[in-house]
């Protein structure tokens, strides 16, 4: 799945940021962030990226 162009790779990457939201769970599969919590992180870290207001 992708948020604002920010590949399931990257999210893993950002993930090591201490300004990155804390997953909400973990799973055997791996780690598991709110869809919302990602999509703020992109509007105040990303304002490109985050998707236009409907």
């Known amino acids: 799945m992708r948020f604002?162009?920010?590949t399931r790779q990257r999210v893993y990457q950002?993930?090591?940021r201490a300004d990155?939201?804390?997953?909400?769970?973990?799973?055997?599969q791996g780690?598991?962030?709110k869809?919302?919590?990602?999509?703020?992180?992109i509007e105040?870290?990303?304002?490109?990226l985050?998707?236009?207001a409907d």
């Open 4 to 6: 604002g162009g920010i």
């Open 50 to 52: 985050a998707r236009p």
């Open 44 to 48: 105040v870290y990303r304002p490109a």
């Open 31 to 33: 780690r598991v962030w």
């Open 20 to 28: 990155w939201p804390p997953p909400l769970d973990e799973l055997a």
């Open 35 to 41: 869809a919302a919590d990602i999509e703020a992180w």
């Open 14 to 16: 950002l993930a090591l």
